[in-house]
């Protein structure tokens, strides 16, 4: 697995403009991310799935889809995801707020389709729509870090992994 996102603590910021989620920022083994561009190259090369492990109430939980694409920076770098499989919430296709399909978004660049900026109101890049149903990207620790609306997450990662 290569981890692409990772939260265990408060130290680093995800309120974050589009050119460092376009690289990637933080600490490999720490809090991460791993960059949209690099996300692309990497699922463009190969058929890749997408797992995402979440601490919530002292229980993990994981949830994965099959198969999982980032688009280019020329598509805003939007993400699918297909076959979903897991034990939480498929919260990439949530039906009022699906991610599945969306571009990216950083405060400083508006690319969801709600009237105001998700990413600014919520202080992190993410594949907002009408803002999210998984929030892992949100100030650490706060209401809106969140995973499927559970506000209590401690830990999480999404990595991904080449499909055989």
């Known amino acids: 697995w290569i981890v692409i996102q990772q939260r265990i603590d408060g130290s680093q910021s995800f309120n974050q403009n589009w050119n460092t989620y376009k690289t990637g920022f933080g600490i490999y083994n720490k809090?991460?991310?791993?960059?949209?561009?690099?996300?692309?190259r990497l699922t463009t090369w190969a058929d890749y799935r997408l797992r995402f492990e979440v601490l919530i109430n002292g229980v993990w939980h994981s949830d994965e889809y099959d198969h999982f694409t980032i688009n280019s920076e020329l598509e805003k770098y939007s993400l699918f995801v297909s076959g979903y499989i897991g034990d939480y919430w498929d919260v990439l296709n949530y039906p009022s707020n699906r991610q599945n399909g969306m571009k990216f978004s950083t405060p400083d660049q508006d690319n969801d389709v709600a009237s105001t900026n998700c990413a600014l109101e919520h202080s992190a890049g993410n594949w907002f729509n009408w803002c999210y149903c998984q929030n892992l990207n949100h100030e650490y620790g706060s209401q809106h870090f969140s995973y499927g609306y559970s506000p209590?997450?401690?830990?999480?990662r999404m990595m991904v992994k080449r499909n055989a």
């Not at 809090?31 to 692309?40: A, D, P, Q, R, S």
């Not at 209590?152 to 999480?156: G, Q």
């Open 31 to 40: 809090n991460f991310w791993f960059g949209l561009e690099k996300m692309h």
């Open 152 to 156: 209590t997450v401690t830990y999480c």
